[in-house]
């Protein structure tokens, strides 16, 4: 409160005059009103910053009709200044007070009472005019007009002096007024880009959940990827499975060989019994010969069956240790792939710490903006914030996009394994198609055939691997 009348000792020491006509009185005490209500706009008082500003920001209209009522009476008092001016430099024009016309230049009357002493000297002056004839009429008259005039320019010297200070009063108002103005003009300014800086703010979080939802799409994208990596597992069981059904239909042709070689030696056994029936001069040399022949035959047979499973057992264990390679080879590029996985996970990790961290770091900050007293100090602060928050996201999004790229060319290589995979499986099951029906079509071809199976088997080795793709 000492504050404040200290402030305003302007306006409480100027309503100090006593004589007033009602006109003046009833436009200073709406001036008193005016400024009243003025001076309580400015000095109301919020707790932060942004409610001031919205505060004045509300109440601006109301300013702004406030300083058009204080034009206009600013106005009103030059417009009846410059009246009462032009009324009194008539009347001093007048024959009967030629010596005080330069005290008249500088007078000036708001008060109704200076209007009716004039109306009272120009009836004086008629009667002087009419009455002219008598002279001591004419000194009596005049007498009374010297009076008149007497009191009237003390009037008008005490009015010239109350206006006088209602005029520095009302510049002195139209300076405040301006200073206010100003400062109302820069607190609208702070405002501003202070709602300039909460935009940017707003527009950083939603950049950040933007990047939040990347982050889910590439979760998303990692699921993906396991589910690959079993199609893969799948497709390669499918593939051993398929390995064990040929090794049993080329046991199965091996033994279906072995009775059609039986069957045709028992054929050609009953044409030589025939013969030996028909020509039972050589009987008994042809019985042996045929005997030793199909003795040695079966020797032969059976010396072909063991190489057939000693050959088999030896593609078996070439096919075993085969997939044994391929089985340590997938598990090097499997743990490769778990050991990027792990980096990758842990990156994500690392940067969701270090986003809970910022974003306790700008909740300790804000609390410690809204303490602060000074609007300069806040908004330094929000844009250090700014800019450190935007350059960690560029860091954030330059992270990302090279995870992006490392992920799309994994899948890239899982997808082409797939398909080299696919393709091998349509060839193997062609060849086991075409091969078991060439069995079946020739079935006297059948070391030629498991010749050129070994062949394929060990030639195999020097094929590029899947797993290098």
């Known amino acids: 409160m000492m504050k404040n009348q200290q402030s305003q000792w302007w306006w409480l020491e100027s309503h100090n005059h006593t004589r007033r006509s009602p006109w003046l009185q009833s436009t200073l005490t709406e001036l008193n009103e005016k400024t009243k209500a003025m001076l309580k706009l400015i000095e109301e008082d919020a707790d932060s910053f942004a409610q001031r500003a919205e505060m004045y920001y509300k109440k601006r209209p109301q300013l702004v009709s406030m300083v058009e009522d204080f034009y206009r009476t600013h106005r009103s008092l030059a417009e009846r200044y410059d009246q009462v001016t032009g009324i009194r430099q008539q009347k001093t024009g007048s024959p009967f007070s030629p010596i005080k016309n330069h005290q008249s230049e500088k007078l000036m009357s708001f008060t109704h009472d200076s209007y ?47 206006v006088m200070g209602l005029r520095k009063e009302i510049n002195r108002l139209g300076e405040e007024n301006k200073d206010h103005k100003d400062q109302i003009k820069e607190k609208y300014n702070v405002y501003d880009e202070v709602m300039v800086l909460r935009e940017e703010v707003e527009g950083l979080r939603k950049e950040n959940r933007v990047q939040k939802d990347e982050l889910n799409q590439k979760s998303i994208i990692c699921g993906e990827v396991m589910i690959l990596r079993e199609e893969i597992e ?15 239909k080329d046991i199965i042709c091996g033994e279906v060989m072995m009775l059609r070689e039986e069957i045709e030696g028992l054929r050609k056994e009953n044409r030589e019994q025939k013969d030996e029936l028909n020509q039972k001069s050589i009987i008994c040399s042809e019985v042996m010969m045929l005997r030793e022949e199909i003795e040695r035959l079966r020797k032969e047979n059976r010396e072909q069956k063991d190489e057939l499973n000693q050959k088999d057992i030896i593609c078996g264990e070439v096919m075993m240790l085969r997939e044994e390679i391929g089985l340590r080879k997938e598990n ?57 928050v935007s350059e960690e996201n560029m860091v954030q999004k330059d992270h990302l996009m090279q995870k992006d790229l490392e992920k799309i060319e994994v899948i890239r290589h899982l997808s082409l394994a797939i398909d080299v995979l696919k393709q091998e499986n349509v060839k193997m099951r062609s060849f086991i198609a075409k091969e078991f029906t060439n069995k079946w079509n020739n079935p006297f071809e059948f070391k030629k055939l498991m010749g050129s199976l070994s062949m394929k088997l060990f030639n195999g080795k020097n094929q590029p691997s899947i797993v290098a793709l």
Do not use: W
């Open 116 to 162: 009716d002493s004039y109306s009272e000297c120009f009836d004086v002056e008629e009667s002087v005019e009419s009455e002219v004839d008598d002279p001591e009429q004419e000194e009596e008259e005049v007498t009374k007009f010297d009076n008149c005039i007497e009191e009237e320019e003390v009037k008008i010297v005490a009015a010239n002096d109350e």
């Open 234 to 248: 799948r497709l390669k069981e499918e593939n051993r499975e398929q390995k064990d059904e040929l090794n049993q």
């Open 332 to 388: 090097r590029v499997q743990k490769g792939e778990l050991h990027q996985k792990g980096t990758i996970c842990g990156d994500v990790m690392m940067l969701r710490e270090e986003i809970e961290r910022l974003r306790k770091e700008n909740r300790v900050q804000n609390d410690e903006l809204k303490q602060k007293g000074t609007i300069y100090g806040e908004v330094m602060m929000l844009r250090k914030e700014i800019e450190r």
